[in-house]
């Protein structure tokens, strides 16, 4: 009710209590809020288009009453979190990005029906009562919405995706990138630069192996994974690697078992066969092998879960893994456990379980929040490798910048900007990622860094100054000097403190 009466003292009042509101507002509580949409909703919080308006859609994207909107965050409802087909009730999910003015920010639903009967059936259910359409008939109506938006809004308009089903998510992202449009998938790459953003702050802790060095072992071979993976790749390129050695230091594990050319079961998608290893190589851990025998074998020295396989990590198998990293690199070497899955529930490990399985040695993070704890060495804060520090940053950065384009350096730069953010206090309770109730100023951060990469390719490429939002010129001045760029970022953000009315 407060959103909708005062969005101001709304968008005030978490900014002050973010770290109590945040799990309401988001993970978990926002899952609860799609389950029950129809029911909740009480007016429309976003542009809704149906698979019935397809030749009509340029109709209701003019309809819309915002004609200053900077980024569009869709969703078809096919993969919402981990509760599957929630149809129109994932209208719960795309949200005003932080940092730029909720009127900016257009949410929009495609309704292309609904594959969970149970969702589909329920007499309140407010979207088409009907199974999904696909194939050229979905591609039709997403290319006419893209185009329509474009039309209205311009060519830099940043298209922000979320919980799209692994068979729409990559294509869709690749295709519309190879098109020229200014777009990024949140589930692929903003969690990959959460991911990413976690190891280069676990490189801040004394015993943790050099990126150059690391072997990672993903387990799960989803978007969430494939997303790091690539962006891993972009990592190692960055500290002189080629893209070829760097996916020798990548594995990826499945419901199959290890990811390789030729394997007899279990199909691999294009995106598996980016990272798939030879038949030779799949040797050291042949085919069948369990999560533990790959650990024991292949010697990784970071082990990333996003398989929501509840236990996957088990005592042995973190065991093996600290084992592995101190026979490379000594007694006081540390490995990385990033345990992914959400909610809490299909988590692969704890952060206690961690801790106590590697001796005090594991550097860990999570998808889902996890309580401190305390050790003989103090109290330890898990950290949380949540998106919400990665993707309203980019949305800023690339907005005040004026991108056309979303970029694996500008994903990178968001990752190590989010690192750059934590704080001793936080490194000292061997806290990898910001702590969320400091989103703001990380957000913050993270903006000025996508700014400034996004300033110096433009500078590169010899294009003239183009900025979206007023004063963001300045940033091309000091994109060598973070915090003057930040200074910059800050003077152009939403404050819902001081807001402008036109």
């Not at 965050?73 to 005003?96: C, F, H, K, S």
């Not at 004394?206 to 989803?222: H, M």
């Not at 091309?476 to 000097?481: G, Q, V």
Request: glycine fraction near 8%; charged fraction near 20%; include cysteine.
């Amino acid at each position: 009710m407060l959103r909708e009466h005062n969005q101001d003292a709304f968008f005030g009042l978490l900014a002050q209590n973010l770290n109590k509101l945040l799990p309401v507002i988001y993970t978990p509580t926002v899952g609860d809020a799609c389950k029950h949409w129809s029911a909740l909703m009480q007016r429309p919080q976003g542009l809704y288009v149906s698979i019935k308006d397809k030749g009509n859609v340029r109709a209701l994207v003019r309809n819309w009453p915002a004609d200053d909107v900077r980024i569009a965050v869709l969703t078809d409802g096919e993969r919402i979190l981990g509760l599957g087909d929630l149809g129109i009730n994932g209208m719960g999910i795309p949200v005003a990005a932080a940092g730029v003015p909720p009127h900016q920010v257009l949410p929009i639903q495609l309704d292309v029906g609904c594959n969970t009967s149970q969702v589909r059936d329920d007499p309140l259910y407010m979207g088409l009562q009907q199974e999904r359409v696909s194939g050229t008939e979905y591609d039709d109506i997403v290319d006419e919405l893209i185009e329509a938006l474009r039309e209205r809004y311009g060519a830099r308009l940043v298209l922000h995706w979320e919980d799209f089903s692994v068979r729409n998510s990559f294509r869709l992202l690749d295709k519309y990138v190879a098109q020229g449009v200014c777009t990024f998938n949140d589930d692929i790459q903003s969690t990959a630069a959460a991911v990413v953003g976690a190891v280069y702050g676990a490189l801040r802790l004394a015993g943790v192996p050099p990126l150059k060095q690391q072997v990672f072992l993903f387990f799960g071979a989803g978007q969430a994974n494939i997303g790091a993976a690539r962006l891993l790749v972009s990592a190692l390129a960055d500290e002189g690697l080629t893209e070829a050695q760097a996916k020798q230091q990548i594995w990826l594990y499945d419901s199959k078992g290890l990811v390789y050319e030729g394997r007899p079961t279990g199909r691999l998608t294009p995106q598996k066969l980016e990272f798939a290893r030879s038949a030779s190589e799949a040797d050291r851990a042949p085919s069948g092998s369990s999560l533990l025998e790959a650990v024991q074998r292949l010697r990784p020295s970071a082990l990333i879960g996003a398989a929501a396989k509840q236990g996957a990590f088990s005592a042995d198998t973190v065991k093996a893994l600290t084992q592995g990293v101190q026979d490379q690199w000594g007694r006081g070497s540390r490995p990385l456990v990033l345990a992914l899955s959400n909610p809490s529930e299909v988590a692969e490990c704890t952060a206690q379980q961690a801790h106590d399985w590697s001796g005090g040695r594991a550097v860990y993070a999570s998808g889902t929040a996890f309580p401190p704890f305390h050790t003989q060495h103090g109290r330890k804060v898990p950290a949380q490798a949540n998106n919400s520090l990665i993707f309203p940053g980019v949305g800023l950065g690339c907005i005040a910048a004026g991108a056309t384009q979303v970029t694996p350096d500008i994903m990178l730069a968001a990752a190590k900007a989010a690192a750059i953010k934590l704080t001793p206090e936080e490194l000292e309770r061997d806290s990898i990622l910001p702590q969320v109730d400091r989103l703001s100023q990380v957000g913050l951060g993270v903006a000025a860094a996508v700014a400034c990469c996004i300033k110096q390719t433009q500078q590169d490429a010899g294009a003239s100054e183009v900025a979206c939002l007023p004063g963001a010129q300045d940033v091309l001045a000091n994109k060598d000097d973070l915090k003057q760029a930040e200074h910059c970022i800050a003077g152009i953000q939403y404050n819902p403190f001081s807001p402008r009315y036109s």
